[in-house]
């Protein structure tokens, strides 16, 4: 998923989700200084491409043709080329890209320092040697070019492409690029969480059944080597990059533990660790579950946490809260998992975009864990993507009540390329369309129960479950029927149940909590979305 969403996600997204296409191995799923002039040279020539294939060549020669062929949109390369030479100012203020009678045109301080002939819109070679050669010629005029490596010019131009496409679509470098696959997909570690100390790194946590716990590694111990290397004064992500590796390679870890006379060295072999996404608390008769996102192993833990809810709470457990508020998303196939744990039969999610890999079906198939458990989710303006597939799916098919405020409208999957130097492109390719066929994006979702105005909760229980049920169903079937460009249908919809974030009673699980509790409220709010309970 993700992985983006807005600014306070990560999305991965969006985000962000893994798929496979058959394009090249795609897998699925941003100073302006002070200008110093220097050899600025006032003649015009011809651009001559460099004989060999360089870096930056084959970087945007990929990067070009696949946005152009997979971009939800139709995009000219011709656009990401010239949007992409204008990025080149975010490193030359002075530097001027434009398009004049046929040619590309490269001025710094308003001085044509070259030009050459533009190639046709859709030339992904020839607009890379163009960026290319471009570049290579501007390192010679402009110290602040000449200055700059590699990923620095990646970062400028892509920042330029990118405001051709849409504010979902971004560029990782290798160095984000590794952090977010290990948020995706885990990583090779031992289980511990470390804090750096001049005279080394400090153990503040060891995880149970890890290869760390396994080895007696304790809270407190001191780890001064890491494979007969000291550690001492390094960064903390220097030493966890060292603690990091390939999945069940045996490394070696010096500690020091006062208990102990002298330091020890304790092997230890690596595996793949998987962050945390679900997280459970039993709260009287019901069982609280937060998902705080979607990476590849979320759809385990969810399942995995159930049963050991229905275990400690044995005949007790009224229901389930599954809390989605402030979920920025993540992997598209792991919510369609997740929603496959609850629902019988019955639509989860569809995907639509240019390519023909985008355009997917999702049903359930695999039965209901929970043996039909009412559940109640949580959810605000801050739940997004992959969390809205799941509220959706839950939502439309009648296994769930959605309580909270609208969600933030992330309708789009994001694929993810992988370039040359490592570092990866996360483009919008598809729309997500909830079970019933309206597209997710810009609206979101509206829940069954409105906690936007609440104060008590017992007030708040009679006026959306007592009496008439028809104002909440008017509201739901607006929003489902609304098409994304309909501006004044949108803003009834926007206005209906807007988020507003609250300290203090945490509302949503009270009501959550009275409503799982009493079968005559839950079957009520469930009404609210009849036209779609048992569809």
Known sequence: MTDAAPHIFAIYHNALHSIICGIRGLLTAVVIGVFLFTAACTTTTTVVAPTNTSAIQKMFELAFSDIHEIHLDTINIDALALGGLQGLTLLEPAAELRRKDGAVEFLINESLITKTEAPSANDGVG?????????????????????????????????????????????????????????????????????????????????????????????????????????????????????????????????????????????????????????????????YVQVTSFNQDTARQLKDTVQRARQELGDKLKGLVLDLRDNPGGLLDQAVDTANLFIVRGRISDTKGRHRDSVQHFSASNGDISQGLPIAVLMNGASASAAEILASALQDNGRAILIGSRSFGKGTVQTVLQLPNEGELILTWARLLAPLGYSLNRLGVLPNICTSNASDVDTLLKEALGGNLERRQKALSLRRSIRDDDSEKGKAVQASCPWRPRNGLDIDIEVAKAILESGELYERAVVISAPIAGS
């Open 127 to 287: 607009w890379a040697k163009v960026v290319d050669a471009l570049i290579a010629i501007g390192k010679k005029s402009s110290a602040k070019l000449e200055n700059a490596d590699d990923e620095r010019i990646y970062k400028a131009v892509f920042s330029g492409v990118l405001k051709k496409l849409d504010k979902y679509s971004r560029y990782a470098g290798a160095k984000l690029t590794r952090r977010n696959r290990a948020i995706r997909e885990g990583f090779g570690g031992i289980g511990v969480s470390i804090k750096a100390e001049a005279t080394g790194a400090r153990v503040v946590k060891v995880a149970q059944n890890s290869p760390a716990s396994k080895a007696g590694l304790q809270v407190g111990d001191l780890m001064t080597a890491v494979d007969g290397a000291a550690i001492d004064g390094l960064p903390l992500q220097e030493t966890v990059k060292k603690l990091r590796g390939l999945v069940h390679k045996k490394i070696q870890v010096k500690i020091e533990r006062k208990s102990l006379q002298e330091p020890i060295v304790v092997v230890m072999q690596r595996i793949r660790i998987m962050p945390t996404t679900v997280h459970y608390t039993p709260k009287d008769t019901v069982a």
